[in-house]
Structures are given as C-alpha cells and as structure tokens.
T-cell receptor, first 113, second 110 residues
Framework: NAGVTQTPKFQVLKTGQSMTLQCAQD?????MSWYRQDPGMGLRLIHY???????DQGEVPNGYNVSRSTTEDFPLRLLSAAPSQTSVYFC????????????FGNGTRLTVT | QQPVQSPQAVILREGEDAVINCSSS?????VHWYRQKHGEAPIFLMI?????EQKGHDKISASFNEKKQQSSLYLTASQLSYSGTYFC???????????FGTGTRLQVFP
C-alpha cells in the first residue's frame, strides 16, 4: 500500500511564484487535510475536506487554496508565494469517522526566497 | 483553540518514566497522540474518546479526563526508541478539525 503520497519532496520558489503541492491517498479515505509545521509551532491546520466537493478552512488558511474533485486527491495551491510560507507541509487522511487515526504523507519541504 | 502541552521538553535516562499533559479549554470529542522522529512524518499512537478512558500501546498508555478536558500520556520504562516529539491533537464536538498542540520533545539517553 502506498498510503498517502506527497509530491514534490522539496521545492524552492521565488516570492510571487505559484505552485501546487500534490497529495494522493489510495485508502479510500473520506477525510483529507493539510498541515504546515514550523519550529516551535507544532502542526497547524491549513484546510481540510470531509469528502469530494467539500472543503473548509483550518487555523491558517490565508494564502492557500484547495479543491477536492476526487476522493483520492487533495492538492494545495499557493497563488503567490511569500517567505512566510517557508515550511514543511504535511498531507494527512483518515476515514470519515472522528475516532480514526490520521495517516500522514512524508511531507514537502518548501522554501520561498 | 490550540491545546496546551506540558512540559515543552523532557530528558530521561533509559528505564525512567515520563508524563506528558495536554489540556483544552473546549469540550473535546477525542484526543489523539502522535510521535514524530526528526525529519519524518508523525506516527499515530492512540486515540481516546471517553471520559476516564485509558489505552495502552506497549509501555505507553494514556488517559482522558473528560471533566477537566485533559489528557495525559504515560511512558513507562523508557527506551531509546521513545525519543522524538510527541503531539496531542484534539477534536471538538461538531467540528471535523483535528488541532494539534505545539509538541513535547522527549530525549532518552543510555
């Protein structure tokens, strides 16, 4: 099982550039989410989705867009990258039930110069 | 809304015990615990749903006090492999958001 797959693993952007972080899962999970991790800040929720066609904002949604056209994929878009978005990004998924564990991807390390 | 974890850091010798606490100001539906090694993704340890429920995972166990909205993670007879950063994640009733604390860094030395 591949689980949760994130691409790319590393990315360097210049300020103002746009890009999409890809996330795919093969476990038929209804729930998918994006977190960013910065030193001393823990994991902060950016956006999440409870199913195809449904997305909602997390704790730190500004500067990011998401869409969920299929159950498997949940891409995260940065429309105009800023140095404050330098971080490690994790995608995670779980079944639709709240009592199920999150499965994390291996992360994308993004640097914005 | 972010849960508060304490302590921020713990240093142990092999075989010693540790307790990590997680508290919230909101009424919680569930508490998750995860461990993350440096440069890796967080790995699931356990979920607690009911007041006073206690779960175990090898020599790691946890409790959830629903009245106080607090959870504690107990690491017994620590091993070198227990080193890492521990995160609690909390989910409030009627939301689908799993919000994490800032983490507790645990270092176990021989």
């Amino acid at each position: 099982n591949a689980g949760v797959t994130q691409t790319p693993k590393f990315q360097v952007l210049k300020t103002g550039q746009s890009m999409t972080l890809q996330c795919a899962q093969d476990m038929n999970h209804e729930y998918m989410s994006w977190y960013r991790q910065d030193p001393g800040m823990g994991l902060r929720l950016i956006h999440y989705s409870v199913g195809a066609g449904i997305t909602d904002q997390g704790e730190v949604p500004n500067g990011y867009n998401v869409s969920r056209s299929t159950t498997e994929d949940f891409p995260l878009r940065l429309l105009s990258a800023a140095p404050s978005q330098t971080s490690v990004y994790f995608c995670a998924s779980r079944t639709g039930q709240g009592n199920s564990p999150l499965h994390f991807g291996n992360g994308t390390r993004l640097t914005v110069t | 809304q972010q849960p508060v974890q304490s302590p921020q850091a713990v240093i142990l010798r092999e075989g010693e015990d540790a307790v990590i606490n997680c508290s919230s100001s909101k009424a919680l539906y569930s508490v998750h615990w995860y461990r993350q090694k440096h440069g890796e993704a967080p790995i699931f340890l356990m979920i607690l749903l009911k007041g006073g429920e206690q779960k175990g995972h090898d020599k790691i166990s946890a409790s959830f006090n629903e009245k106080k909205q607090q959870s504690s993670l107990y690491l017994t007879a620590s091993q070198l492999s227990y080193s890492g950063t521990y995160f609690c994640g909390t989910e409030v009733y009627d939301t689908d958001k799993l919000i994490f604390g800032t983490g507790t860094r645990l270092q176990v030395f021989p």
